[in-house]
């Protein structure tokens, strides 16, 4: 269990935020740490419309740990990781 | 007796130089100060200002000005005039005085360099006068934004700002720290008496003195002007030395240009472009920030590149891109991280403004409009404290402006180096390119991002952070007109019903 910071961006928005994530916590709640600072702010919200996590160009299961996919994607902190509605 | 004329003896007195022979030549003029590189000592006699200037003519001259401006200085003073002035108007001089009142200050240092260690004497004497010039300029900052006081804190900026650590006075200052206060001659030159002074400030300067007695402000105005004429003197001394740097070191010079044109560009954006675009009444504004751009800087630019040879850098396109977005998401910004900010920004979204800004950039609506629309929806429905931050956003290691405000959010992507262990992030591809052509340069700089997660912003929060910025209640960013902008919506909304 660590703290890792990231740059959390919302697709859509307009600038990416310092999020302060959990090495434990999945990427289910990744995604809702990076979507508070930009949904229902600046960007319309969507109800029951799931969100979906982008890593290195790549989809990842919100059930995974955010620790796993640091170590798998060599994330350095302050990386990009990109949030969505999922389609 | 009869007195010369100033055509005999000018170029004796301008060019006086002399052998050096108690000391060798690179000690008295270091290169690390001179910077001449590969330029043969020779080449620099060819050095020739553009104008002509006597310390006689010069005194004279600058006397009448500082007559001028303090006449009208004190007339105005007690009409309290300030007090009846637009509240969008007033941020642009407080952001003015705080931001810039300080960089003339560094400037007199620059000057001073230039009277020491310029390998030309007529250079070195030409910085005399660019240091004279520069302490006036500091001074008359400092004496408008002392009778201010009284009806405003934040002029208190004027002379505070450049000793806090406020996000905005921190990209300036890391600016100016650099391109006037660390580097050799050469690069200060070309750097900031072509690109800054004569590219962006001088035209600067003569637009927002324009706005400014547009909008009623007869003081600011007279301050900007009487500035303005020293820099349009002063600015040339860039001319010359990028002529000699184009014919024995033009690689080099290229590159300075390329840097410093696209690092002052994302200053100027920030500064200008909000004003501008935002700022200025709505009544008052004769041309959008990118005409003005395209009309006054780029051609100029492009008469500088044909008259001395130099090319477009090699960024050119996403530079025009840049036009069209990058102020566009500093205003956004700035207006969202207001409590950030030691003036207080005007939205400028109102249904008026926005039908401008549409007109003036066909995308807007498309890249910004849809984010304005979310924040309207929570000022008109009262969630005031969904237009505020909870976090800080990314920021550039070079520009120290937010990542993402060099684009629109369609082009947001992470730019990043690593150099000796470290990781940097990038607003654009271009800042990237400044930081991996001299890392060496930028290197170990923490921008507040670094600083809050290095533990030295405490507590580690917003209000930390803005403690940390010495950000105070009375001088806090807040909209300009308290919200009353989005009133517009809410009627046109209901009447659509």
């Known amino acids: ?47 029951h419309r799931p969100f979906e996590v982008v890593v290195a160009g790549e989809t990842v299961p919100l059930d995974c740990k955010f620790g796993e996919v640091v170590a798998e994607k060599a994330l350095d902190p302050l990386d990009f990781v990109i949030v969505r509605y999922a389609s | 007796m009869t007195i010369l004329q100033r055509d005999d003896w000018y170029d004796i007195a301008r060019d006086v130089d002399w052998t050096l022979s108690y000391v060798d030549e690179k000690e008295a003029f270091p290169e690390q100060w001179s910077g001449i590189g590969p330029v043969p000592k020779e080449a620099w006699a060819a050095w020739d200002e553009p104008y002509r200037c006597t310390y006689r003519d010069y005194v004279s001259v600058q006397r009448d000005k500082e007559s001028g401006a303090h006449a009208v ?47 030309a004497p007529a250079w070195r004497n030409m910085g005399v006068y660019g240091m004279l010039d520069e302490t006036r300029h500091a001074q008359l900052d400092l004496a408008f934004s002392h009778d201010l006081l ?62 400014a007695m547009a909008a009623g402000d007869i003081d600011f105005s007279n301050l900007l002007s009487s500035i303005q004429t ?30 410093s044109l696209w ?60 036009l069209d977005h990058g102020h566009h998401a500093m205003h956004l910004g700035t207006w969202f991280w207001r409590p950030t900010l030691f003036w207080k920004p005007n939205a400028g979204v109102s249904r008026a403004e926005r039908a401008w800004l549409n007109e003036k950039y066909p995308s807007w609506e498309e890249s910004w409009g849809t984010l304005w629309d979310q924040i309207i929806d929570n000022v008109n429905s009262g969630a005031i404290d969904k237009t505020l931050p909870l976090t800080l ?7 120290q402006l937010p990542l993402g405000s060099g684009w629109n959010p369609f082009n947001l992507k992470q730019w990043k180096s690593e150099y000796k262990g470290r990781v940097y992030n990038f607003d654009s591809e271009i800042s990237k390119w400044c930081f991996d052509i001299e890392p060496e340069r930028y ?39 308290n919200y009353r902008w989005a009133q517009d919506y809410r009627d046109y909304a209901k009447a659509a019903e």
């Open chain 2, 263 to 322: 690092r002052s560009f994302r200053l100027f954006q920030t500064l200008t472009g909000t004003s501008m675009d935002y700022y200025t009444p709505l009544e008052h504004r004769k041309r959008s920030f990118k005409e003005f751009m395209l009309e006054w800087v780029i051609t100029q630019h492009e008469r500088v590149t044909r008259d001395l040879g130099l090319k477009h850098p090699w960024y050119w396109d996403q530079f025009l891109e840049c």
């Open chain 2, 150 to 211: 009284k009806s405003d804190p934040r002029f208190d900026w004027c002379n505070k700002g450049f000793h806090t650590n406020e996000w905005g006075i921190l990209a300036v200052r890391n600016f100016f720290d650099d391109w006037m206060l660390s580097c050799n001659v050469v690069e200060a030159a070309i750097a900031t008496s072509l690109v800054v002074e004569h590219g962006f400030t001088n035209v600067q300067f003569i637009a927002l003195a324009a706005d």
């Open chain 2, 73 to 119: 200085r004190e007339a105005l003073k007690r009409a309290n005039l300030y007090d009846r002035l637009d509240p969008a108007h007033t941020a642009a001089s407080h952001l003015h005085m705080g931001a810039t009142c300080f960089v003339e200050q560094m400037a007199i240092t620059m000057q001073s360099r230039f009277c020491r260690f310029a390998p």
């Open chain 1, 1 to 47: 269990m660590a703290s890792f910071p990231i740059y959390g961006v919302f697709q859509g928005d307009f600038v990416p935020h310092l999020v302060a994530v959990d090495t434990d916590d999945d990427m289910a709640q990744v995604a809702q740490a990076v979507a508070v600072h930009s949904v229902s702010r600046r960007i319309a919200p969507k109800d």
């Open chain 2, 443 to 481: 290197a170990g700089h923490l921008n507040i991002i670094d600083r809050f997660l290095t533990g030295m912003i405490q507590p580690p929060s917003v209000e930390g952070c803005l403690s940390y910025m010495s950000l105070t209640p009375d001088v806090m960013g807040d909209d300009a007109y």
């Open chain 2, 393 to 399: 956003p990314a920021l550039c290691n070079l520009t």
């Open chain 2, 230 to 259: 020293d820099e349009a003197r002063h600015a040339q001394a860039g001319f010359p030395t990028l002529e000699i740097m184009m014919k024995h070191d033009p690689e080099r010079a290229q590159r300075i240009f390329d840097v």
